[in-house]
């Protein structure tokens, strides 16, 4: 399958806002996956049904620390089940993530796979 590529998405940390006694998606993490959205609905991925194997390699935007969870896992899978690129993400069996030279800073390149049954 085609690797989808994707805007760095924000960190676990700065997905979710509290107020009002509720909690709810921050504004930058709706801006993300209103562009990143877009980005992946125009790259026309493949639909994939049932046990699947994520791939995300990260082109590292900066020299600050970060950590690879923070950024590789929620808000890409997220992404990838509100666009029906897969079918819910308690499918995935498996995830590996890695900071990638070769990926552009700032940008995630997402691969997926079917998993053996």
């Known amino acids: 399958m085609p690797t989808i590529d994707l805007p760095l998405p924000p960190s676990l940390n700065a997905l979710w806002r509290n107020g009002k006694g509720r909690t709810f998606r921050s504004r930058r993490y709706v801006q993300w996956l209103r562009d990143a959205g877009w980005q992946l609905v125009a790259q026309r991925p493949a639909r994939l049904t049932g046990r699947v194997s994520i791939g995300v390699a990260i082109g590292r935007p900066d020299r600050r620390k970060r950590d690879l969870d923070n950024i590789a896992t929620k808000a890409v899978l997220d992404l990838l089940v509100a666009h029906q690129v897969i079918e819910d993400d308690s499918d995935v069996t498996d995830i590996a993530a890695r900071w990638d030279d070769a990926i552009a800073p700032g ?8 998993s053996p049954a």
């Open 107 to 114: 940008r995630i390149a997402v691969s997926i796979a079917r």
